[in-house]
Nanobody, 120 residues
Framework: QVQLVESGGGLVQPGGSLRLSCAASGSIFSILRMGWYRQAPGKQRDLVAEMTSGDSRNYADSVKGRFTISRDNAKNTVYLQMNSLKPEDTAVYYC??????????????WGQGTQVTVSS
């Protein structure tokens, strides 16, 4: 069993910064990719940023230049540094991981979500 635990959400003023963390734990053989998605009320869940095991990074156009994804392999943790936040960044942010578990099967896991609210 694998769990993804997110932290770091909250309320921030426009122009401010937040750092999200997502730690994967359990029977993990290897992590193929980890990333962040977000879902605003009444909208679909969209990719924000993702990072592969080969350190390739992919960002949504709306966050390029403002958000940075990084990873600590030793801790099986992925981070999302969010700068210059805008009200339209308000959403529930979900961590997603594609990984190979100890039984050598590939699975996809989602975190529980963390609320990010950008408002004055």
């Amino acid at each position: 069993q694998v769990q993804l635990v997110e932290s770091g959400g909250g309320l921030v003023q426009p122009g401010g910064s937040l750092r999200l963390s997502c730690a994967a734990s359990g029977s993990i053989f290897s992590i193929l990719r980890m990333g962040w998605y977000r879902q605003a009320p009444g909208k679909q869940r969209d990719l924000v940023a993702e990072m592969t095991s080969g350190d390739s990074r992919n960002y949504a156009d709306s966050v390029k230049g403002r958000f940075t994804i990084s990873r600590d392999n030793a801790k099986n943790t992925v981070y999302l540094q969010m700068n210059s936040l805008k009200p339209e960044d308000t959403a529930v942010y979900y961590c997603k991981a594609n990984l190979v578990t100890g039984d050598r099967y590939e699975y996809q896991y989602w975190g529980q979500g963390t609320q990010v609210t950008v408002s004055s």
